[in-house]
């Protein structure tokens, strides 16, 4: 039977708090959740071939992938974070390490807006590896984010600018009680994980094709008119 997604999230915010399993920022509900042992499930990704071999990184800005921003600078990997909603005309904020001397700083949300710098999509570099928040996860890929859909939206409009593709692996730190072996509904805008890493387990779906674009028909004039980059790239398809 297949799982409704606000369901799933519900279970596992609640979940992490009945346990004692979140952090700061609290409470866990309607967020990507910080957990006990984000440092040691982003210690897993630091030791995979992909992150070492990375030296781009599109980075998620929540509290549980901070380890993980951390370590890229600290490896001397340039971080861009998507502004949030994409709402500027320069929606990518870029950290490059060799400009940054408060990397502390510069890995929080308040941080990276201080000391990155925005740059439009034009200026953004290929990406050799995308980090991913998640409520929740299933162990052959699927992710359920928080709801809004903007995680996968990025991803697509990297794909449409050429950024990414299906070998850019995707991946994400969660819990142990975020993985959940259930038939969870994904669409064609869905991003599969390639990584997964709990502070106990390093999972590594089968590879599946990430979506080739933006799906245009799940995007109303709101949005579009909110997200000035969307608007750019449907003018260049209609050229």
């Known amino acids: 039977m297949t799982v409704d997604k606000q369901d799933l999230r519900e279970r596992i915010w609640d979940a992490l708090e009945a346990q004692n399993q979140a952090r700061f920022p609290f409470p866990p509900h309607g967020r990507i959740p910080n957990f006990k042992g984000c440092d040691e499930a982003a210690e897993r990704i630091t030791e995979t071939e992909e992150w070492q071999a990375a030296t781009t990184i599109k980075a998620n800005p929540d509290s549980p992938q901070k380890p993980l921003r951390r370590a890229a600078l600290e490896a001397g990997k340039t971080v861009y974070?998507?502004?949030?909603?994409?709402?500027?005309?320069k929606p990518f904020l870029e950290l490059d390490p060799a400009r940054i001397d408060d990397i502390d700083r510069a890995v929080t949300i308040a941080g990276s807006s201080e000391l990155g710098v925005q740059v439009a999509p034009e200026d953004v570099p290929a990406i050799d590896l995308v980090v991913s928040g998640s409520v929740a996860v299933t162990p052959s890929g699927d992710r359920v984010g928080k709801g809004e859909g903007y995680s996968d939206m990025?991803?697509?409009?990297?794909?449409?600018?050429?950024?990414?593709?299906?070998?850019?692996?995707?991946?994400?730190?969660?819990?142990?009680?975020?993985?959940?072996?259930?038939?969870?509904?994904?669409?064609?805008?869905?991003?599969?994980?390639?990584i997964i890493a709990t502070p106990t387990e390093t999972y590594r779906p089968d590879p599946r094709p990430k979506p080739t674009g933006l799906d245009w028909d799940l995007l109303?004039?709101?949005?579009?008119?909110?997200?000035?980059?969307?608007?750019?790239?449907?003018e260049n398809c209609t050229q």
């Not at 850019?168 to 142990?176: G, K, S």
């Open 220 to 234: 109303d004039a709101e949005r579009l008119d909110e997200i000035p980059v969307l608007a750019r790239i449907q």
């Open 154 to 194: 990025e991803f697509a409009v990297l794909r449409e600018l050429g950024l990414v593709s299906d070998d850019t692996p995707v991946v994400t730190t969660v819990h142990d009680l975020q993985v959940v072996d259930e038939d969870v509904p994904v669409g064609e805008h869905d991003v599969p994980m390639d």
């Open 81 to 89: 974070m998507a502004v949030p909603r994409l709402r500027d005309e």
